[in-house]
């Protein structure tokens, strides 16, 4: 194979960040017609197309998704010969891209990531948002990984797959009380102010039911669909929480809340979903391979 001429690949980057080849030609100072030739040449270079032209726009294709990360590596990699030079020498790092659904505990996310953080040849980025918003980010190879909570439908032309990663009861937990209060569940649920899922959530389905098999009509004060705010609800004694003791773990840990016991038949199941890759991002089978080995997430913990 010929040498990578490099003012293909600035060309192709330049296209990359841009989205559009008009704006990238703006970047560079020459016309679309230019940038176009250049881009064409290194895919005849490497045989595979780079791009996927989407309506104006274009999106990376796997190979492209590829050739993005080695680019961004090889033009990091001059900045890091003027800092060796300097004295400010860098590690060399991959890049890992993680989408997790805005809802999704943040306990959660870090525990998953904890194999790779802090560590001088990782680099990671996290995007929140829906699982439409997400899904599309996977299929155009701008993310890796999509955590969640909640499966997609599948069909015949669905090229990702599921992964479990944990399951974990879910509980009551609230503020401690005072001594000599019942804490039996039927008698909270009947009795204290709670936050709950909202509707959508398939939790709340399963609560509902429970306490319908119990014969409890529960006093709900907010229904909330992220994590983040049902902890600081809990946190703030708004009302005690149906959620899956990760979301408070740094609570639990602390002695300001406690879980009053496990509901029977409730769980949260956490889900990794990664795309078929012919060019797998080796953090992403690190990050899986390490989750492989932990049987359950902790209840009760260092966050």
Request: charge should be neutral; proline fraction near 8%; glycine fraction near 10%.
């Given at each position: 194979m010929a040498a990578l001429n490099f003012h293909h690949l600035r060309y192709f980057l330049a296209v990359a960040q841009a989205g559009t080849l008009t704006k990238a030609a703006e970047r560079?100072?020459?016309?679309?017609?230019?940038?176009s030739v250049q881009v064409q040449a290194l895919e005849a270079q490497l045989g595979h197309d780079l791009?996927?032209?989407q309506g104006r726009g274009l999106v990376l294709t796997e190979a492209g998704r590829l050739v993005l990360e080695r680019a961004e590596?090889?033009?990091?990699?001059?900045?890091?010969l003027v800092s060796a030079v300097k004295g400010l020498d860098t590690a060399k790092r991959t890049t890992v891209r993680i989408g997790a659904m805005a809802t999704l505990s943040r306990n959660f996310q870090v525990t998953f990531l904890q194999p790779v953080v802090g560590?001088?040849?990782a680099r990671i980025v996290i995007r929140?948002?829906?699982?439409?918003?997400?899904?599309?980010?996977?299929?155009?190879?701008?993310?890796?990984?999509?955590?969640?909570?909640?499966?997609?439908p599948r069909d015949e032309t669905t090229a990702w797959t599921p992964h479990i990663l944990a399951?974990?009861?879910?509980?009551?937990?609230?503020?401690?009380?005072?001594?000599?209060?019942?804490?039996?569940?039927?008698h909270l649920l009947e009795t204290v102010p709670l936050i709950v899922p909202t509707i959508e959530n398939h939790i709340r389905g399963e609560f509902d039911a429970f306490a319908e098999r119990l014969g409890v009509t529960p006093l709900i004060a907010a229904e909330v669909d992220?994590?983040?705010?049902?902890?600081?609800?809990?946190?703030?004694?708004?009302?005690?929480?149906?959620?899956?003791?990760?979301?408070?773990?740094?609570?639990?840990?602390?002695?300001?809340?406690?879980?009053?016991?496990?509901?029977?038949?409730l769980k949260e199941t956490f889900y990794a979903i990664t795309p078929?890759?012919?060019?797998?991002?080796p953090l992403v089978k690190e990050l899986m391979n390490a989750q492989g080995r932990k049987k359950t997430l902790p209840r009760e913990g260092a966050r």
């Open positions: 560079l100072n020459v016309s679309p017609s230019a940038v791009f996927d032209r590596a090889i033009f990091d990699a001059g900045h890091e560590r001088a040849d929140s948002g829906s699982m439409r918003e997400l899904l599309h980010l996977l299929d155009a190879h701008h993310i890796d990984i999509l955590l969640t909570n909640t499966l997609p399951d974990q009861p879910i509980s009551l937990v609230g503020r401690p009380l005072g001594r000599g209060k019942r804490t039996g569940v039927k992220d994590m983040a705010m049902v902890r600081l609800l809990a946190r703030e004694g708004l009302g005690m929480a149906v959620a899956p003791p990760i979301v408070v773990r740094d609570e639990l840990a602390a002695g300001d809340l406690r879980e009053f016991g496990p509901l029977p038949g078929a890759r012919r060019f797998p991002n």
